[in-house]
């Protein structure tokens, strides 16, 4: 079997989620399977890495509409299936042009959605907001995500409908739509109107080489792994519950980097916030090794990798009930722990207690390094092929 993967960026594990994600699930199939891909792609970012290339071939896609681009890239490797790694809105709005391809060369499109459904209603942050429209790049952005919200505690009604086309269309061109997580099959289908026998749920496999239990040497840490982007990540939150433990003994980690950057950093001058450091990008292994605890306090998120990360690495996480796929990763007091979304005293709270009690956060661990092994790649190249299989 040959795949096609389209992409909107250049396939790159160090470019951002949906390429790890896509690179992982690439090498696996290629590993178990002997399963041939090729990479589409709409725009290339530059890394020096030296990355193992998992590809046949790489093309980037000449014009958003240039359909016998991708006709002839079927028939030249004889691709048997589409995937579209989606939900950035330039590579939804590829789906018609992919479409036409799909029928000419008959062989199936199948569209994968990264996202939690309709995270686009959960608020920004108006001072985040505020900087960004001072100080940020995108303006234009920041004034559309502000007028969304908007309009969604006004005229709810209204503002889906600005949103729809995002679900609709890859839908109406998809032979079937892959959501990570159950819960989202409803949450998406609310924006589609289709049929829910349409929808095929596969989870996201583990990042780093599986083996055994390791008893990493954990420091007292606790690390965020994120980009920082207010409106989905909220690490201003996570900033507010650090401030209320007050643990001097213990230092917070920040690793990532993106446009909200400067502004936690100039929040935790202004608000005196102690021991945390801003790590940038960074290779984030090294950090989950060490640290005990890992902490997200996301609004939204599609099925994410750092949670699983953090347990395969015996670092502690915990997470706003915010999202469904959290509930797919953790088992809340066995695994880590999920605190009700929005009660900060509580995150706080639990965080405390994690802090302060090493053989709660040793079982904890031990735990989460078994349970995570359910998203191996055995398993998860598994429940790929059998999607492929069925098409």
Excluded at 366 to 375: H, T, W
Aim: aromatic share 8%; hydrophobic share 40%.
């Amino acid at each position: 079997m040959n795949l096609l993967f389209v992409t909107h960026r250049n396939v790159c594990p160090l470019i951002g989620g949906i390429e790890r994600v896509t690179y992982s699930v690439v090498e696996a199939l290629r590993d178990i399977y002997d399963i041939a891909s090729y990479s589409l792609y709409t725009e290339e970012v530059l890394v020096e890495a030296n990355i193992e290339e998992v590809f046949i071939r790489k093309e980037r896609l000449r014009a958003d509409d240039d359909v016998q681009q991708v006709i002839d890239c079927i028939s030249r490797e004889g691709i048997d299936v589409i995937v579209v790694q989606g939900s950035v809105i330039r590579v939804n709005n590829l789906m018609p042009m992919l479409r036409k391809a799909a029928d000419q060369c008959q062989i199936p499109l199948v569209f994968v959605f990264h996202q939690m459904p309709g995270a686009e209603f959960r608020p920004l942050d108006l001072g985040v907001l505020y900087n960004r429209l001072c100080h940020g790049g995108n303006k234009k952005s920041a004034l559309r995500q502000l007028l969304i919200q908007t309009l969604y505690r006004l005229a709810p009604c209204i503002a889906e409908r600005m949103v729809e086309k995002k679900y609709k269309m890859p839908y109406m061109h998809a032979d079937k739509v892959v959501v990570l997580s159950k819960g989202y099959i409803a949450q998406y289908n609310h924006f589609a109107k289709g049929e829910e026998s349409r929808y095929a749920v596969v989870n996201n496999m583990l990042s780093f080489p599986e083996g055994k239990n390791v008893d990493f040497k954990k420091q007292k840490e606790v690390l965020i792994v994120a980009r920082m982007d207010e409106r989905p990540k909220r690490i201003k939150t996570a900033l507010k519950i650090w401030k209320k433990t007050c643990n001097p003994e213990w230092m917070m980690r920040i690793v990532g980097y993106g446009e909200d950057l400067e502004y936690y950093k100039q929040l935790v001058l202004k608000r005196n916030v102690q021991n945390v450091t801003f790590e940038g990008l960074q290779d984030p292994l090294p950090y989950y090794r060490k640290a005990g605890i890992f902490i997200m306090t996301s609004a939204c998120e599609g099925f994410p990798m750092t949670l699983v990360e953090a347990q395969q690495c015996g670092c502690v996480p915990m997470a706003f009930d915010s999202f469904s796929s959290v509930h797919d990763i953790i088992q809340s007091g066995r695994n880590g722990y999920v605190v009700p979304n929005n009660d900060i005293d509580e995150y706080a709270r639990v965080l405390q207690k994690l802090m302060n009690n090493d053989t709660l956060r040793a079982e904890l661990a031990a735990n989460a390094q078994k349970d995570v092994l359910r998203f191996s790649r055995e398993n998860i190249a598994k429940q790929w092929k059998t999607l492929l299989e069925n098409l």
